[in-house]
């Protein structure tokens, strides 16, 4: 009876030890988006999805869409399988069924990524435009919503009328965390230098439910705004988490490892609203250094 009780004592031990491994090793499902991007999708996309899976936490997919034309129209990824969602993707307007398909997964609590040119794209989509709180370009002006400036210390919306939208000549430059608390970037240095990237500014949205994580100064002398201007967001629409990155218009501005920290940092926090990646590497750029892989 004991020798008995033993084996399925041992038995039950073992199964939940199996169960257990099981529910650790289980992975954030990603995805992707690509196919149309007025930047280099091709080269760009790899490093994102190498970024995710070199943490050990994500299995990520791709959905690449059809080359610009009619075949769009056939362009339906099913997002619901999916935690999150990354946005390498500007280019056409997706079907109605697509753009609705996305709208609900936010809505329910899917996370969502918009990668740098991704806030470029669906100008006319009121609900893209609320998930992703400030665009640029596609005719996007003082109709399109505010600008996010930082004025005495605080962050505030701007009408002032004036495009949606720009960038000077490319460069390095240092992103400072303005918000020490949020799981993002909670530990990062209160400034880092940023390898050379596009510098966006003079974005405009609805901005509802957005705070500003990180900014950079778009300094006039390489053709910015002069303003200082969010580099990384988080926001909130429905039950669903969006962290937005304006960083990465290309291959040497991804293999920054500031751009690699917090692009894997917010996708976590988009898909579970936690970071357990908590280590930062000390090969981490400096204020005065950049550090790239």
């Known amino acids: 009876m004991m020798k008995r009780f033993a084996v399925r004592l041992l038995s039950m031990t073992l199964a939940l030890l199996i169960a257990s491994n099981s529910f650790a090793e289980e992975k954030i499902k990603a995805l992707i988006l690509d196919g149309q991007n007025n930047h280099n999708w091709k080269g760009t996309t790899p490093i994102l999805k190498k970024i995710l899976e070199d943490t050990g936490k994500f299995s990520v997919e791709v959905a690449t ?3 610009k034309g009619p075949e769009i129209a056939t362009f339906r990824p099913k997002f619901s399988n999916y935690q999150v969602v990354v946005s390498n993707y500007n280019g056409q307007d997706w079907s109605k069924e697509t753009q609705n398909d996305l709208v609900e997964y936010v809505k329910n609590g899917g996370g969502f990524v918009p990668v740098h040119a991704a806030n ?11 998930i992703i709180g400030v665009g640029g370009w596609g005719g996007r002006s003082e109709k399109s919503g505010p600008y996010v400036r930082l ?11 004036g495009r949606g939208g720009s960038h000077g000549k490319q460069h390095e430059f240092v992103v400072v965390t303005r918000n020490t608390e949020h799981p993002i ?6 400034e880092w230098l940023h390898n050379t990237d596009e510098l966006y500014d003079r974005l405009r949205g609805p901005a509802k439910n957005l705070t500003v994580l990180a900014t950079a100064y778009a300094d006039p002398k390489t053709g910015g705004s002069g303003e200082h201007e969010p580099m990384l967001m988080v926001l909130d629409y429905g039950k669903g ?5 304006t960083l990465g218009h290309a291959e040497p501005a991804m293999k920054c490892i500031g751009f690699e920290v917090t692009f894997a940092r917010g996708t976590e926090w988009a898909a579970t609203g936690k970071v357990t990646l908590n280590t930062i590497p000390a090969n981490f750029p400096k204020a005065d250094k950049v550090s790239i892989r």
């Open 185 to 190: 970037t909670k530990g990062l240095p209160a």
């Open 65 to 67: 869409s059809p080359a």
């Open 120 to 130: 470029n794209a669906f100008p006319a989509w009121a609900e893209y435009n609320e």
């Open 151 to 161: 004025k005495d210390g605080k962050f505030v919306n701007d009408m002032t009328p």
């Open 241 to 245: 988490r969006i962290f937005h990155t």
